[in-house]
């Protein structure tokens, strides 16, 4: 494949798809091991009713009122399911229930209700993501790489992407000590003076917002197969939590590149003309991960066997 | 317009819609009290999401066979096969790795979602793909809808409803005590499996009304909301199946009685209306209630160690507490007690006393052990033993000014 | 009537000599789950290099107690001093060993990396664990028979030598007052053997060492002071005084019987 063809329609598609993986894979870690993997699923299921009121109050479809809409969801999720949770004392699982598909379902009806149809806002898009279109139209090869003016011309949502991918990794880095051990042993690091509340809103939080990040790319739903399948997969390869983390970027990685790949050629090779959604293709592949790792994975088995 | 629509007057279809939507929410609601008293509500999760391919892959089995792609019966078919294999995904995933079910039901809920995603880009491809609609079951939609599909919707919720209300008597057996279901015979696994027949078999039904993301809440809200207003099973399931259908009812009225009303959000909303209203006003286990108790409660417990401390000479060493028994007259400001608190604190000091030596007693365990600082040994024992423990009583003693 | 007199007495005295700056000083707790009391009113004051047993029957609030005072469970009332000061401030000089039960013992870690979260406070956020760190945290092993396992992940340990591990990151520590709770539960005689030995070791250094604990019949022999606790405090002190039949026939009741047949010295 010539850079003529690769730059400008498939480099950048793939690079947010990698960035939005690994963004996402890296707090995902923390969450299946706290048994929050569910956290993932509400939130991203929030982002929509988050955009669309973003989009009622601004009434505009610009990018940074939709992610800060869509955090204020995010946020809003996990404050609601908590207060639901303590006060009224119910399971963890029902309350996310109770509060993604409300919260979900007012999305939905605001958009109805609302003249949206004349903007490029539908929930379809919302919950598939378009990742092929986020093409770099001014590049002519891999020599537009070094090309200011083309360089201009990146898809913004690139640089978003790649920035939110900084800000997790900033996160995971520097807070990785009381991450750990506020995982493992809650109420020892609390006697050690950690405020273990603030680190589980903080993993959250930082959640997302690689979520919000990555919804634009690839949907939202498809955001909770990247939140738990490679780092899912990478538990089962390894028993050292530094090894898991790794394990799931390059689980992330490999998904993303190879779903991008397969869903834009793969129905070529197969004959047909033309390409399929590429972030479905993306969490297929991190399923097909998963289920490998499930049968293969040399730490597969719990802690009996 | 919305009363036409309450009373059923709103022509055929929109009649059989509601009246599915009824049945729907009511089997929903029973099957929903299973799955949230096992505490695994959120598998339904898995199940709905795990719906999409099955819909994708059915119309282009039906377009390849030459029937028409959308029709309801046969979407709906394929949505069971690939729910019942994200089921069994979910199961495989937790019985033979490590893996939590909570990150087993989230994979397996995107992961197939996402491929279902693929599929329907494949689908908009066909030729007879453009119009196929199949987003309708993302969301729900239930306008415009054939005479046949109408009547497939209600009679769809008729037949859950019918197995649910066969099967409830072993469902809330093992929900209730499974050790004591099985040791009554019944086979735990096959009673889940039958749970989770039922709980797809909602969704399915549930796909063209209020769509396969929102399907989730009729298994999760109506539960959740009746488990506030009582605790015996026998009654969670009812209540909830009563909400459920009082949910799809209204949802389906209202959602027929203007446009851009989509019946399945519409439900949701009035579930949730309902749960909040449970959350914050139902009487036992309101938060409403639950706030006024444990603040009166908190009062009680600092007046009572308040008086106790009083009685034994000792400071009071929260600030909170001697502002309590200031507040009630039985202290000044400083923590010096009154004569009324002298007088309450010496009570409180007998009931003490009372209750060490009722403690003592090997004959009287079963109240003894009612013991926990607040409760009046008056309420546990009779008025003979009472007599009884205070020939044990050394002589009154002097309470300290 | 001489065990009443003696548990006011007690609660008298114990005020009116807790020194200011004892390891650790509870007044006026009161912990419930909803509307009843787990623990109500209880007073108590562990003396510097004191070893005391907090004992008591099943659902006696033991645990709740501990974890109360640690600020791990919110009371209802109640006043927590540690070295005179408040908790927050003092954090540093507590070392708590959790029950075993209470963490996810799948979690994919090593003997070490446990030990060294021990460390956590000097570590910080993004210091390097350096050898002297890897050495000490192994000298922390050793000490409690551990020291071969140290790469192992902890999911493969036994019941016994997942407590010593946790016993092993108390100690890297380095704490001035250590809780512990029901270190002893489900444990093989060679770790409560090895644990007991620590904890003695600990005493002898100075150390105050609180342990919830479940058999008495070891009372006796590991530990110098009690606190009975039944919901109230029932007796505090050393064993002598206040390891009584009286006291254990007040907490116990009618279950003290049956705890006997079970070889529990007929008097303490």
Same mark, same amino acid.
């Not at chain 1, 690091?189 to 990555?214: D, E, F, P």
């Not at chain 1, 634009?216 to 780092?231: E, H, L, N, T, Y």
């Not at chain 2, 036409?4 to 709103?10: E, G, P």
């Not at chain 2, 749960?275 to 009572?304: D, E, K, T, W, Y």
């Given at each position: 494949?010539?850079?003529?063809?690769?730059?400008?329609?498939?480099?950048?598609?793939?690079?947010? *798809?990698?960035?939005?993986?690994?963004?996402?894979?890296?707090?995902?870690?923390?969450?299946?091991?706290?048994?929050?993997?569910?956290?993932?699923?509400?939130?991203?299921?929030?982002?929509?009713?988050?955009?669309?009121?973003?989009?009622?109050?601004?009434?505009?479809?610009?990018?940074?009122?939709?992610?800060?809409?869509?955090?204020?969801?995010?946020?809003?999720?996990?404050?609601?399911?908590?207060?639901?949770?303590?006060?009224?004392?119910?399971?963890? *699982?029902?309350?996310?229930?109770?509060?993604?598909?409300?919260?979900?379902?007012?999305?939905?009806?605001?958009?109805?209700?609302?003249?949206?149809?004349?903007?490029?806002?539908?929930?379809?898009?919302?919950?598939?993501?378009?990742?092929?279109?986020?093409?770099?139209?001014?590049?002519? *090869?891999?020599?537009?790489?070094?090309?200011?003016?083309?360089?201009?011309?990146?898809?913004?949502?690139?640089?978003?992407?790649?920035?939110?991918?900084?800000?997790?990794?900033?996160?995971?880095?520097?807070?990785?000590?009381?991450?750990?051990?506020?995982?493992?042993?809650?109420?020892?690091?609390?006697?050690?003076?950690?405020?273990?509340?603030?680190?589980?809103?903080?993993?959250?939080?930082?959640?997302?917002?690689?979520?919000?990040?990555?919804?634009?790319?690839?949907?939202?739903?498809?955001?909770?197969?990247?939140?738990?399948?490679?780092?899912?997969?990478?538990?089962?390869?390894?028993?050292?939590?530094?090894?898991?983390?790794?394990?799931?970027?390059?689980?992330?990685?490999?998904?993303?590149?190879?779903?991008?790949?397969?869903?834009?050629?793969?129905?070529?090779?197969?004959?047909?003309?033309?390409?399929?959604?590429?972030?479905?293709?993306?969490?297929?592949?991190?399923?097909?991960?998963?289920?490998?790792?499930?049968?293969?994975?040399?730490?597969?088995?719990?802690?009996?066997? | 317009?919305?009363?036409?629509?309450?009373?059923?007057?709103?022509?055929?279809?929109?009649?059989?819609?509601?009246?599915?939507?009824?049945?729907?929410?009511?089997?929903?609601?029973?099957?929903?009290?299973?799955?949230?008293?096992?505490?695994?509500?959120?598998?339904?999760?898995?199940?709905?999401?795990?719906?999409?391919?099955?819909?994708?892959?059915?119309?282009?089995?039906?377009?390849?066979?030459?029937?028409?792609?959308?029709?309801?019966?046969?979407?709906?078919?394929?949505?069971?096969?690939?729910?019942?294999?994200?089921?069994?995904?979910?199961? #495989?995933?937790?019985?033979?790795?490590?893996?939590?079910?909570?990150?087993?039901?989230?994979?397996?809920?995107?992961?197939?979602?996402?491929?279902?995603?693929?599929?329907?880009?494949?689908?908009?491809?066909?030729?007879?793909?453009?119009?196929?609609?199949?987003?309708?079951?993302?969301?729900?939609?239930?306008?415009?809808?054939?005479?046949?599909?109408?009547?497939?919707?209600?009679?769809?919720?008729?037949?859950?409803?019918?197995?649910?209300?066969?099967?409830?008597?072993?469902?809330?057996?093992?929900?209730?005590?499974?050790?004591?279901?099985?040791?009554?015979?019944?086979?735990?696994?096959?009673?889940? !499996?039958?749970?989770?027949?039922?709980?797809?078999?909602?969704?399915?039904?549930?796909?063209?009304?209020?769509?396969?993301?929102?399907?989730?809440?009729?298994?999760?809200?109506?539960?959740?909301?009746?488990?506030? #207003?009582?605790?015996?099973? +026998?009654?969670? #399931?009812?209540?909830?199946?009563?909400?459920?259908?009082?949910?799809?009812?209204?949802?389906?009225?209202?959602?027929?009685?203007?446009?851009?009303?989509?019946?399945?959000?519409?439900?949701?909303?009035?579930?949730?209306?309902?749960?909040?209203?449970?959350?914050?006003?139902?009487?036992?286990?309101?938060?409403?209630?639950?706030?006024?108790?444990?603040?009166?409660?908190?009062?009680?417990?600092?007046?009572?160690?308040?008086?106790?401390?009083?009685?034994?000479?000792?400071?009071?060493? +929260?600030?909170?507490?001697?502002? !309590?028994?200031?507040?009630?007259?039985?202290?000044?400001?400083?923590?010096?007690?009154?004569?009324?608190?002298?007088?309450?604190?010496?009570?409180?000091?007998?009931?003490?006393?009372?209750? +060490?030596?009722?403690?003592?007693?090997?004959?009287?365990?079963?109240?003894?052990?009612?013991?926990?600082?607040?409760?009046?040994?008056?309420?546990?024992?009779?008025?003979?033993?009472?007599?009884?423990?205070?020939?044990?009583?050394?002589?009154?003693?002097?309470?300290?000014? | 009537?001489?065990?009443?007199?003696?548990?006011?007495?007690?609660?008298?005295?114990?005020?009116?000599?807790?020194?200011?700056?004892?390891?650790?000083?509870?007044?006026?707790?009161?912990?419930?789950?909803?509307?009843?009391? /787990? /623990?109500?009113?209880?007073?108590?004051?562990?003396?510097?290099?004191?070893?005391?047993?907090?004992?008591?029957?099943?659902?006696?609030?033991?645990?709740?107690?501990?974890?109360?005072?640690?600020?791990?469970?919110?009371? =209802?009332?109640?006043?927590?001093? /540690?070295?005179?000061?408040?908790?927050?401030?003092?954090?540093?000089?507590?070392?708590?060993?959790?029950?075993?039960?209470?963490?996810?013992?799948?979690?994919?870690?090593?003997?070490?990396?446990?030990?060294?979260?021990?460390?956590?406070?000097? =570590?910080?956020?993004?210091?390097?664990?350096?050898?002297?760190?890897?050495?000490?945290?192994?000298?922390? =092993?050793?000490?409690?028979?551990?020291?071969?396992?140290?790469?192992?992940?902890?999911?493969?340990?036994?019941?016994?030598?997942?407590?010593?591990?946790?016993?092993?990151?108390?100690?890297?520590?380095?704490?001035?007052?250590?809780?512990?709770?029901?270190?002893?539960?489900?444990?093989?005689?060679?770790?409560?053997?090895?644990?007991?030995?620590?904890?003695?070791?600990?005493?002898?250094?100075?150390?105050?060492?609180?342990? /919830?604990?479940?058999?008495?019949?070891?009372?006796?022999?590991?530990?110098?002071?009690?606190?009975?606790?039944?919901?109230?405090?029932?007796?505090?002190?050393?064993?002598?005084?206040?390891?009584?039949?009286?006291?254990?026939?007040?907490?116990?009741?009618?279950?003290?019987?049956?705890?006997?047949?079970?070889?529990?010295?007929?008097?303490?």
């Amino acid at each position: 494949m010539s850079g003529a063809e690769f730059v400008p329609l498939s480099l950048t598609p793939i690079l947010i *798809g990698v960035f939005a993986a690994i963004a996402c894979a890296l707090p995902g870690n923390f969450l299946v091991l706290r048994r929050q993997a569910l956290i993932g699923d509400a939130i991203s299921h929030v982002v929509l009713p988050g955009i669309v009121v973003a989009f009622l109050i601004t009434g505009t479809v610009t990018a940074w009122p939709m992610m800060i809409g869509a955090a204020a969801a995010a946020l809003l999720a996990v404050l609601l399911i908590e207060a639901i949770r303590r006060l009224g004392g119910i399971e963890p *699982g029902a309350a996310m229930g109770v509060v993604f598909t409300t919260m979900f379902a007012g999305g939905v009806l605001l958009l109805e209700r609302s003249d949206t149809s004349t903007v490029h806002l539908d929930v379809e898009h919302a919950l598939m993501g378009n990742l092929e279109s986020l093409i770099w139209l001014d590049a002519f *090869g891999w020599g537009s790489l070094l090309d200011p003016e083309a360089l201009a011309g990146l898809p913004p949502e690139l640089l978003r992407m790649g920035l939110s991918m900084i800000g997790v990794v900033a996160f995971i880095w520097l807070f990785w000590r009381p991450l750990k051990i506020s995982t493992f042993d809650e109420g020892f690091a609390q006697v050690m003076g950690m405020r273990t509340n603030l680190i589980g809103l903080s993993l959250v939080a930082v959640s997302a917002l690689a979520a919000v990040a990555a919804f634009d790319a690839v949907g939202s739903i498809i955001v909770i197969a990247m939140f738990i399948c490679p780092p899912a997969a990478a538990r089962l390869m390894t028993d050292r939590l530094g090894a898991q983390v790794g394990w799931s970027v390059v689980f992330a990685t490999l998904s993303a590149v190879l779903g991008y790949v397969l869903a834009g050629y793969g129905p070529l090779w197969l004959g047909a003309e033309d390409s399929v959604s590429a972030a479905g293709m993306i969490a297929t592949m991190s399923g097909i991960v998963l289920g490998l790792a499930a049968l293969f994975g040399p730490a597969r088995g719990g802690a009996q066997g | 317009m919305l009363w036409q629509a309450l009373t059923l007057q709103l022509g055929y279809n929109a009649t059989l819609v509601a009246i599915g939507a009824i049945l729907l929410g009511f089997a929903a609601g029973v099957t929903g009290t299973f799955l949230f008293l096992r505490r695994r509500a959120l598998v339904s999760d898995a199940i709905s999401h795990a719906t999409l391919p099955g819909v994708g892959l059915a119309f282009i089995v039906m377009v390849a066979l030459g029937g028409d792609g959308r029709n309801l019966a046969g979407l709906l078919a394929g949505s069971a096969v690939t729910a019942a294999l994200g089921l069994l995904a979910v199961q #495989w995933l937790t019985r033979r790795t490590r893996l939590a079910e909570d990150s087993a039901i989230g994979a397996v809920l995107s992961v197939f979602f996402g491929f279902g995603v693929v599929l329907l880009t494949v689908i908009q491809t066909m030729e007879s793909g453009r119009q196929a609609g199949l987003d309708s079951l993302l969301l729900g939609s239930t306008a415009g809808m054939l005479r046949s599909d109408a009547l497939l919707i209600a009679v769809g919720g008729a037949l859950t409803l019918i197995l649910t209300l066969i099967l409830r008597r072993p469902m809330i057996m093992v929900a209730f005590d499974e050790d004591y279901a099985a040791a009554l015979g019944l086979n735990i696994r096959q009673v889940d !499996l039958a749970t989770m027949g039922l709980v797809m078999a909602v969704t399915v039904v549930g796909l063209k009304v209020v769509g396969l993301i929102l399907i989730v809440a009729l298994l999760i809200i109506p539960p959740v909301t009746a488990r506030f #207003w009582t605790d015996r099973t +026998e009654r969670v #399931w009812l209540l909830s199946g009563v909400i459920g259908g009082l949910s799809g009812f209204v949802g389906a009225a209202i959602s027929a009685s203007a446009p851009a009303l989509p019946t399945g959000p519409i439900i949701v909303l009035t579930g949730f209306s309902v749960f909040a209203a449970s959350l914050f006003l139902a009487p036992n286990r309101g938060v409403l209630a639950a706030v006024i108790r444990h603040v009166a409660f908190q009062r009680r417990v600092h007046v009572r160690q308040g008086l106790l401390a009083l009685a034994h000479g000792q400071p009071i060493y +929260e600030r909170y507490t001697v502002r !309590l028994l200031h507040r009630a007259g039985l202290s000044r400001p400083d923590g010096v007690a009154t004569e009324a608190g002298r007088a309450r604190a010496a009570k409180a000091l007998l009931d003490e006393k009372r209750w +060490e030596i009722l403690r003592a007693m090997p004959d009287h365990e079963a109240a003894a052990a009612l013991y926990d600082g607040m409760r009046p040994i008056e309420t546990v024992v009779t008025r003979d033993q009472l007599a009884e423990i205070d020939t044990h009583l050394a002589a009154p003693q002097e309470v300290p000014a | 009537m001489t065990r009443i007199a003696l548990a006011s007495t007690n609660g008298q005295t114990m005020t009116g000599e807790c020194p200011e700056t004892a390891p650790m000083s509870i007044r006026g707790m009161t912990v419930s789950y909803g509307q009843k009391p /787990v /623990v109500f009113s209880v007073d108590a004051t562990f003396p510097e290099g004191s070893m005391t047993a907090i004992i008591g029957p099943n659902g006696a609030g033991k645990s709740t107690l501990l974890k109360a005072s640690l600020g791990i469970l919110r009371p =209802l009332s109640g006043i927590v001093t /540690v070295f005179g000061r408040p908790l927050n401030s003092q954090r540093h000089r507590i070392a708590y060993v959790p029950q075993r039960a209470s963490v996810d013992w799948d979690f994919p870690t090593t003997v070490l990396d446990v030990v060294l979260m021990g460390l956590s406070r000097e =570590l910080g956020l993004l210091r390097l664990v350096r050898p002297r760190h890897r050495a000490r945290a192994l000298d922390c =092993l050793t000490r409690v028979g551990m020291a071969e396992f140290a790469d192992r992940q902890i999911g493969q340990l036994s019941g016994g030598q997942q407590q010593r591990v946790f016993l092993a990151r108390a100690l890297a520590q380095g704490a001035d007052l250590y809780l512990l709770d029901e270190p002893f539960a489900g444990v093989d005689a060679a770790t409560e053997k090895a644990i007991i030995a620590v904890l003695k070791t600990l005493r002898a250094e100075g150390k105050t060492v609180v342990s /919830v604990h479940h058999d008495l019949s070891t009372v006796g022999d590991y530990f110098d002071r009690v606190l009975i606790l039944n919901t109230s405090k029932i007796a505090e002190g050393p064993v002598a005084d206040a390891f009584t039949e009286a006291n254990l026939q007040a907490a116990y009741g009618g279950r003290l019987a049956t705890a006997q047949v079970a070889g529990i010295p007929a008097a303490g």
